[in-house]
């Protein structure tokens, strides 16, 4: 499974990015994918992640109220809607996929990674 991100980019506080992340290869449907984030010298957090379907998703404490994710299993899609941006936002951006119905908020539970878009937000 290759997983492509983009969307990322330089914005203003309180301004809004919309960030997509597209699967291929030997894809599925049954996948649990997350949304992770890392800024310069800290560990990669967790965002926020979707189960299989949809139905179920988990968000950081920073990121409910701002951040939105979905899915379309048709397109292959994981998007991840950020709004109200703060400068501590500010981080690379990876999708991850894992080979279960089930989302988790663990970045060792995730066996496929994206290369990463960059988010900037400036104050």
């Known amino acids: 499974v290759q997983l492509q991100a983009s969307g990322g980019g330089l914005v203003q506080v309180g301004g809004s990015l919309r960030l997509s992340c597209v699967a291929s290869g030997r894809t599925s449907v049954y996948y649990g994918m997350g949304w992770f984030r890392q800024a310069p010298g800290k560990d990669r957090e967790f965002v926020t992640a979707?189960?299989?379907?949809?139905?179920?998703?988990h968000y950081a404490d920073y990121a409910l109220g701002r951040f939105t994710i979905s899915r379309d299993n048709l397109e292959n899609t994981v998007t991840l809607q950020m709004n109200s941006l703060k400068p501590e936002d500010t981080a690379i951006y990876y999708c991850a996929a894992r080979p279960f119905l089930l989302a988790s908020r663990r970045v060792d539970e995730y066996e496929y990674w994206g290369q990463g878009t960059q988010v900037t937000v400036s104050s």
């Open positions: 979707i189960s299989w379907n949809g139905r179920s998703t």
